[in-house]
């Protein structure tokens, strides 16, 4: 089967009292690239969350989305920094006794100093938060490669119906040229008799100037080359797997043999077939460019 570089997937995962939520949308690209944007407590997951991607897929530029929501009661503690209050408070009694002052402290107000209490994130278990997450993240996963292939298995079946006409248009071109270089003949024929005024034509000259004209217009090899090209790309979509590469290469190929046609030729219907078979080897490079 082939792959899409177009996907999506998504997946939420509520365990332990805790939620991941993963979204990931893909579009075509030379490379695998990949955008992941997630909350700041979870950015150590970053490598972890990568290395699980790249088993899923190979091109594309992907953006994953990752949400996380923690409903357990204990998620952070206030610390109690005993020294330091008990610094602040000598100081406040020194400065009492130093400017002669009533001493007011009181609890509330020595609280309230910086760092005498400070909140602090629960310790967590990475271990187990990473099962959770890496159980989202292959959720969505599965959910965008399927999303992937059956828009593959789409475009493949569009692929080969354009290689079915492509092929019926290389038989038509195949088909007409003998016709080409005999009209040819009969025209060159015709001219040479109209300017000897009906005396007898030399034939071996004839047959010369016919043969000349023949190897010019030779398609004979770009013929061979195109139906090899068609054929061999439409194994490589039965074969499936991550083709995307060798299928550009192919289309270049068979749009290189028709431009040599194109140029040989002058005969319009002929160059209408060549024109309407670039086109539609142009319409399958750029669906090529969506498979993976």
Not at 59 to 80: C, L, N, P, Q, W
Not at 104 to 132: C, Q
């Amino acid at each position: 089967m082939i792959k899409s570089m177009t996907g999506f997937g998504r997946c939420e995962i509520a365990e332990n009292d805790r939620k991941f939520t993963v979204e990931m949308k893909s579009v075509n690209h030379r490379y695998l690239d990949v955008s992941i944007k997630m909350p700041k407590s979870l950015n150590f997951f970053e490598a972890s969350v990568r290395s699980e991607l790249k088993k899923y897929m190979e091109r594309g530029k992907v953006d994953v989305f990752i949400s996380y929501e923690d409903y357990s009661e204990k998620t952070s503690t206030v610390r109690y920094n005993r020294e330091l209050a008990r610094e602040y408070l000598g100081y406040l009694r020194q400065m009492a006794e130093e400017f002669g002052l009533e001493s007011d402290i009181r609890v509330s107000t020595l609280s309230k100093y910086p760092e005498v209490f400070t909140m602090e994130e629960a310790a967590i278990d990475e271990e187990e938060l990473w099962k959770e997450l890496q159980k989202a993240v292959r959720g969505a996963a599965e959910a965008f490669v399927e999303t992937r292939l059956t828009e593959g298995e789409n475009l493949k079946e569009d692929l080969i119906e354009k290689l079915d006409g492509m092929q019926k248009q290389v038989d038509f071109i195949e088909a007409r040229w003998p016709k080409l270089v005999e009209e040819y003949r009969q025209r060159l024929e015709t001219k040479v008799r109209e300017l000897l005024q009906d005396k007898s034509v030399d034939e071996g000259r004839l047959l010369t100037e016919v043969t000349v004209f023949a190897d010019r217009v030779c398609v004979d090899e770009e013929i061979v080359r195109l139906r090899s090209h068609i054929q061999t790309t439409r194994s490589i979509l039965l074969e499936g797997g991550s083709i995307g590469r060798r299928l550009d290469f192919m289309a270049q190929e068979m749009n290189r043999e028709a431009n040599t046609i194109l140029s040989k030729s002058n005969d319009l219907e002929i160059t209408n077939c060549a024109v309407d078979l670039k086109t539609q080897i142009e319409k399958v490079r750029e669906q090529i460019q969506n498979i993976e």
